[in-house]
């Protein structure tokens, strides 16, 4: 086993100590495919009000712009299946948002990670990225063949779905092969969609999507769509929770994203009672 091979191992094996659910790496460049992709996207106004993702669209497509000297991109899945839900009669919050910030739990383990990388193979480089920065994650992930993309927009992997947040480190490993496409011909996200914001198959229309009325709009929702939110108030799982792939889920292992109780058995009435 040459040395990149061995250090791309041990990457990954201090991922999963860290309670990284998987860990891939791959070349840092242009993201070439991406790039028609992103800019139709934008075009289309499919990210609404979300000015800030027309902003550094050359960094977007490419890590080297981000990172001196970058070479890999170590793609890293945290999962956040709860084990617990809240009960029936209740308004819906997306399940990721039920435990502590995410971003906060996520740096720490990064940071921890870079740090065992530096001591054991050297003088390496890098900067951690949760969320907070112009990188296309999925594609990234999907690159370093930890999953694929699906027809909801979301990474999925055969062996635990798609519940699970994507962070990186950009600095210098070995890379490894892309993972296929495994939706076929299903359709089950583009059909539950409640606003029909999966426009085609591997396009969402961020400005029609629950999730970025509930989270990214500053401005009062539209009249129109009233009646299509299904309960959510926060996020939307839909496309998710109907997912054939999402079967597979588990349970996650970090005490951090464990929901507050009180939050699970707060009733519609419950949360009507506080506005």
Known sequence: MDSKAKYSQFIKSEAKRLGFLSCGISKAGFLEEEAPRLENWLNKNHNGQMAYMENNFDKRLNPTLLVDDAKSVVSLLLNYY????????????????????????????LKELLFSIQETI??????????SAPVLDKAWAAKSGLGWIGKNSNLLTQKVGSFYFIAE?????????????????????????????????????GSKCISYFTIELKENIPMEMKGHFDDW???????QDVCPWNRFSKSHNEPLFNPNPALLSMSKKDWEEMT
């Open 82 to 109: 709860p084990e617990k839900e809240q009960i029936a009669d209740s308004y819906k919050i997306s399940k990721y948002a039920c435990g502590k910030d995410y971003h906060f739990v996520i740096k720490e383990k």
């Open 122 to 131: 050297g003088e390496i480089s890098g900067r951690v990225f949760v969320d």
């Open 169 to 205: 480190l950009i600095i210098d490993l070995d890379y490894d092969h892309a993972t296929t496409d495994h939706c076929g011909s299903c359709t089950a996200c583009i059909d539950a969609c409640p606003t029909q914001a999966i426009v085609a198959p591997y396009i969402v229309d």
């Open 233 to 239: 108030v926060f996020g939307c799982d839909t496309c």
